[in-house]
């Protein structure tokens, strides 16, 4: 079973920032199609961004320019910068490589 490992989250006050990480065995990153997810309060888990093998790129339509997703296949790592954070965008985000979910992390966002 492949592990991801998700890392970054915490708390910030409104208009700050956070990059949130997520890790995976090499040979499994190189080819895959991944993403960032989350689940705000009282929703159901939403796309928030995506990265194909090639760089391509998508994003929910809330994200408005705010957040990067990015890969660094020689780290084995996905990125997601996320900038100009608002109370809103607090929730659970996921990462996910292919069919494979990352545990969660929590990001609180303050007014």
């Known amino acids: 079973q492949v592990l991801l490992v998700e890392s970054g989250g915490g708390s910030v006050q409104a208009g700050g920032s956070l990059r949130l990480s997520c890790q995976a065995p090499g040979d499994f990153f190189r080819v895959s199609f991944m993403g960032w997810y989350r689940q705000v309060p009282g929703e159901q888990r939403e796309l928030v961004a995506t990265?194909?093998?090639?760089?391509?790129?998508e994003y929910g339509d809330f994200v408005e320019r705010r957040f990067t997703i990015s890969r660094d296949n020689a780290m084995k790592t996905m990125y997601l910068q996320m900038n100009n954070l608002k109370p809103e965008d607090t929730g659970v985000y996921y990462c996910k490589i292919a069919s494979t979910w990352g545990q969660g992390t929590q990001v609180t966002v303050s007014p």
């Open positions: 990265i194909n093998t090639m760089g391509g790129t």
